[in-house]
């Protein structure tokens, strides 16, 4: 009797393949896929990976990167091939292009710009600080003043 | 006088850039596919399973690919217009029906006419990965050597067809 439970047991178990299946089959793999699926966008909901994303597209691009990483292509290779299909919008990192510059170059743009203009305002308020002396006469009457108010 | 000037040209930019990046939609992504060779596929078609349908079958004629399926909402949307294209004889539509059951296909086509020439079957979206697809529904101008003039994403609009579809396919049919 048990024999026959341990038996049928084992005979349900491809039941419970499926998805989960490929994840057994190669952890290391699967891990290389969530790995590189992180550096990915998802094209339906844009602001998720396709490492996080429930989307049935990102389910079967997780897919299509598993196989891809069985054929033995590498993760370079891979991503040329679906920006060959997506474009460069699939990259959560853009590329240096021409029409990247801005995005790449901009922020350090910005930031040389505004230490520039701060130093020329700091050097610009120094001017103005050291013009303001008091004369003798007027600094007599805050040294009478401050006294004053001590008292 | 500088104090002014500076400040208002800073947000003159700032507003330009912002007025045209708010005005782009992200959803259209473009696709690195046009200008190139459409993506060979070989599959069975949805009325006649046991055949195949290749874009080789196409090599010399203007046509569409017209990628849906019986679960999307906007497809229907823009079905009657796919049917008032077909009516016309301008141009043939090939039917990528994309992720789909076959049954419910078939029924939909049969309940609301049949735009297409014929209608292959990827229930896998494995083509519809090669053709880079992401929003059900898409169509795809092919020319006559085969190349992917054009994809709009998104369901075709009375507009898009008027003033983006016909031109380039007449332009197309004279080359």
Redesign the interface.
Known sequence: MHNILILLMFLSLPAYGGEAQDMAKDPVLEKRMVVLAEELRC??C?NESLASSHA??AE??RR?VRELMQKGMSDQEIKDYL???????VLYEPPMKSYTLLLWLGPFALLTGGLGVLVYQLRNRRKTVAEATLSLESEARAVALLNDEKR | MMRFILPFVIFIILATFLFVGLNLNPREVPSPLVGKPAPEFSLPQLHNPNKQFSPQEMKGKVWLLNVWASWCASCEAEHPLLMELARQNIVPIVGLDYKDKREAALKMLEHRGNPYVITVSDPEGRTGIDYGVYGVPETYVIDKQGVIQHKQIGPVTEESIRDKILPLIAELEKK
């Open positions: 094209l339906v844009q049935d597209l079967d691009l299509e920006v060959a299909r997506y474009g460069d919008f």
